[in-house]
């Protein structure tokens, strides 16, 4: 009986645990499972508001501007010089260049028929039509300045329809003396380029499209074969295709007084001077070929017993050159030029014409040219060898016999580059003037050059 009654309270104990294991069991279930339930919910919740903060990545990415890309640009890609503009006013997208040079210039200058003026240009460039001539040789004059230096600034912007425009500004100091040179050698400031241009089209003054600037050789003289290139700055309104260009360009006409004297300037007529240009470009180089017409005219009223002058007399031009590469170290540049050309070259060496008996204009033809070679010795090392020369047709019975009848000068030069844009040379020139008459002058000058461009 005992043992019976032990017997049923050992299995009412162990049902009685067993109940209470079986109710844990359940409730850690059930409590394991209210948190799984949370996580999930919390992990929902987070991966919500991700998506929702990628959605919002993607809109602000969309509405910003690309930005510059790293590293180098693809090929046939200009990458860009500036990511924001350095002129708040402008049109967006627009870039700013400055560039320009500082050079200053040592030279040493003979001339065996007289003497340059102490305020002659001759003194600080090459300029044929200052050659003396019928005079006695002079000693050798030192001359140094920097007024050659130059600084220049360009406005460049492409709109979102890919339309180009943009502007451009240069000035140098050869303005003229403000000081002296016993104490400041301070000079003016020159306006040399101030244009603006949009896609084909140029208004304002820059080089003449008569002229190839292309094919310019590398000299340490300010030009170097003045007495054969074309160099002329002036206002005008240009258009380009291709490689055609047309432009409208200020006319000026230079007159000789009947027997000889001083040139005289003329601005008067209605009509500009009409220039044109062609140029063929290759790995080879480039060959170009120009056409100029010019209405020579003078206009000017009675003064005392003088009477009144009008006359007009018409002028053409043509002109052909470029840039003959010769393999990686040599090329030859060039240029012939033919017509009414005087005030386009060489600085003015004679007039465009000269006033005969009656007062009427007779125009003044001739020809110009140069040829230069250049060698690469290295990547630092180069020199240039250049032969310039004009010829012009005076009708002597109304210019008289003191008019240049021919300029022509001979130079050879070595530049050096010890550094990227900083270049030191050494250049010797000798030229020859010859008037009508026959007589001649001589011009030697030794120069040197420090230059760093930017």
């Not at 003054?205 to 300010?222: G, I, K, N, R």
């Not at 009509?271 to 056409?291: E, I, M, N, Q, S």
């Not at 008996?357 to 070679?373: H, R």
Request: hydrophobic share 40%.
């Amino acid at each position: 009986m005992a043992f019976s009654s032990l017997c049923s309270l050992r299995r009412t104990v162990l049902s009685a645990a067993l109940l209470l294991t079986l109710s844990g069991a359940a409730q850690a279930d059930s409590r394991s499972e209210a948190a799984l339930e949370a996580r999930i919910a919390q992990l929902e919740q987070q991966l919500a508001d991700l998506k929702t903060a990628v959605e919002a990545q993607k809109k602000a990415t969309a509405a910003a501007p690309a930005a510059a890309p790293a590293g180098p640009a693809a090929p046939g890609v200009k990458a860009p010089i500036q990511v924001t503009t350095l002129t708040p006013g402008a049109n967006p997208g627009t870039t700013v260049k400055i560039g320009g040079f500082m050079k200053t210039d040592f030279m040493l200058t003979r001339t065996d028929s007289g003497q340059l003026a102490d305020s002659a240009s001759g003194r600080d460039l090459y300029v044929p039509g200052q050659t003396p001539v019928g005079g006695s040789g002079s000693s050798t004059d030192y001359d140094a300045g920097a007024k050659f230096s130059r600084v220049n600034i360009g406005i460049d912007t492409v709109t979102e329809n890919n339309d180009k425009l943009g502007a451009f500004v240069e000035f140098d100091f050869f303005g003229g003396a403000l000081g002296n040179e016993n104490a400041t050698n301070t000079y003016g400031v020159t306006l040399r380029h101030a244009y603006a241009y949009w896609n084909k089209w140029l208004a304002g003054q820059t080089w003449s499209t008569f002229m190839d600037t292309a094919a310019l050789p590398d000299a340490v003289d300010f030009i170097g074969p003045t007495d054969g290139v074309i160099f002329v700055r002036q206002p005008q309104v240009r258009y380009t295709t291709g490689n055609f260009q047309i432009a409208l360009e200020d006319p000026q006409t230079t007159i000789i007084p009947r027997g000889g004297g001083a040139t005289a300037s003329s601005d008067r007529g209605a009509l500009p001077d009409l220039a044109a240009r062609y140029t063929w470009k290759g790995t080879w180089g480039h060959f170009g070929v120009g056409g100029l017409l010019r209405d020579l005219r003078v206009d000017r009223p009675a003064a005392g017993t003088t009477p009144a002058i009008e006359d007009s007399q018409f002028g053409g031009a043509l002109t052909l050159g470029g840039k003959w590469n010769l393999g990686e170290k040599n090329d030859i540049r060039y240029q012939l030029t033919g017509g009414s050309i005087s005030r386009y070259i060489g600085l003015g060496v004679t007039a465009d014409s000269v006033l005969d008996s009656n007062n009427d204009l007779e125009a003044i033809d001739g020809w110009a040219g140069y040829v230069a070679w250049r060698h690469i010795f290295t990547k630092q090392l180069r020199s240039n060898v250049m032969y310039a020369r004009s010829e012009y047709d005076n009708p002597v019975a109304y210019t008289g016999q003191g008019v240049t009848k021919s300029s022509q000068s001979f130079r050879v030069n070595l530049i050096y580059s010890p550094l990227p844009k900083l270049d030191v040379g050494v250049e010797y020139m000798v030229g020859r003037r010859e008037l009508e008459s026959g007589a001649e002058g001589d011009i030697d000058r030794l120069q040197f050059m420090a230059k760093y461009s930017f």
